[in-house]
């Protein structure tokens, strides 16, 4: 009786784990590849109607332009078809985040304390999480992995989601730096007497303070850093060096106007390279963050707007705001039920409100690599790039008609399969569905 429970056990374990681990990262192109046929969308704004052609070779895009006599190599049709750069999820918890909230063992998003600039993402970035392959089915090939925290988060790094470990999927590593701005909006907490929350008598104050002091921090690194010989070394401070030297950007997670011109300040006093992420009010302040050259990350379209004086309809419509205005902006899906599957979709939406389709494929492709630094290798389909490229039946925009049919991840001809589509097959044959 207890053998035939353990092998009982053992055969329900085996079951419940065999959803994924069969789908392998694919191996480094090995031959030329020539996309033929189909309508290329570039990612800059331009396309190529019907007749594209694509070479790829040793993992870049060797040329693009009509579709002509093939010679050697693999040929894929793409007649019919629309050919994408590989979409890019500019902040996410991927990775370091699996079921929620409610396991902490499947969580490593942040850590204990307020100033965490030497804590690094890509270090706790698990390449093998189940939700990665879901992404590459909806056309989604890289994610920039962004850590949380009460104020100075750490450092995110951009990761290709074809990899065996987090060493092989880092594209980009360390970038970022992530600022989550203490919230400068005096709402109550209606459940606060009720569990025993005490709330501060001036938030507003509060988060003054704690912006004061993250701005200290930062004036102590200056400081720290300019020293031509140091006795002992600070971690913290040599975390964010990149930042003074241009080859970080500080990524200032906030929301309203009072707090997207505190980012303005920092860059004034610091003059760091500034990218908002979330900022739902920036549309009011749409021509100030041109002038100071500050970035956004719009994190959720599908959304209520901030204030109830707002249309019900602004998020949709902040897209085309900063467009207008001639801000650099990227669209992203944090929404904690879809995972980042949402994103073609989200574009979508900004489309339909104002955007042109080109501008919101942008959004979720060449505009997200400029603001991750990394646009001279990916986020467009042109010659000397990543040939990171979906391929779909329909326009990947549209929910109706979105299907991605292959995918390859610097040149890499990546498996498609994933949780959902194994656990579509299982209840089909279940109900005896065709």
Known sequence: MKKNLIIYLLTILAVSTNAQENIYPAKAQSQ???????TVHVGNGKVIENNGAIVIENGKIVSVGTAAAANGGTIIDAAGKHIYPGLILSSTNLGLQEIGSGVRGSNDVNELGELNPNVRS????????KIINTLRSNGILLANVVPQGSLVGGSSSTVQLDAWTWEDAAYNKDYGMHFYMPSLFNRPNRFAALFGIQQ??????QGLEQIEKVKGFFREAKSYLQQSS??????????????????????????IVKEMLVAIDFVKEFGFDVTLVGASECWQVADILKQNNISVILQQLHNLPTSDDDDVDQPFKTPAALQKAGVLFAITDEDGQTRGRNLSFNAGTAAAYGLSKEEALSAITLNAATILGI?????????????????????????????VVKAFIQGRDIDLNDKHKQLNERYKQKYGIK
């Open 32 to 38: 030329k590849i020539i996309i033929n046929g189909g």
């Open 122 to 129: 890509i270090v706790a970035y698990n390449s093998d999480s």
């Open 200 to 205: 501060p008598a001036d938030p507003v104050k």
């Open 230 to 255: 140091k006795t002992t070394t600070n971690l913290k401070f040599e975390a964010v060096k990149g930042l003074f030297e241009k080859k970080q950007r500080l990524f200032i997670h906030c929301s």
């Open 375 to 403: 646009s001279g290798r990916t986020g467009s389909i042109e010659a000397g790039k990543d040939a990171n490229i979906i391929i779909s039946e329909g326009d990947i925009l549209d929910m109706r008609t979105s299907k």
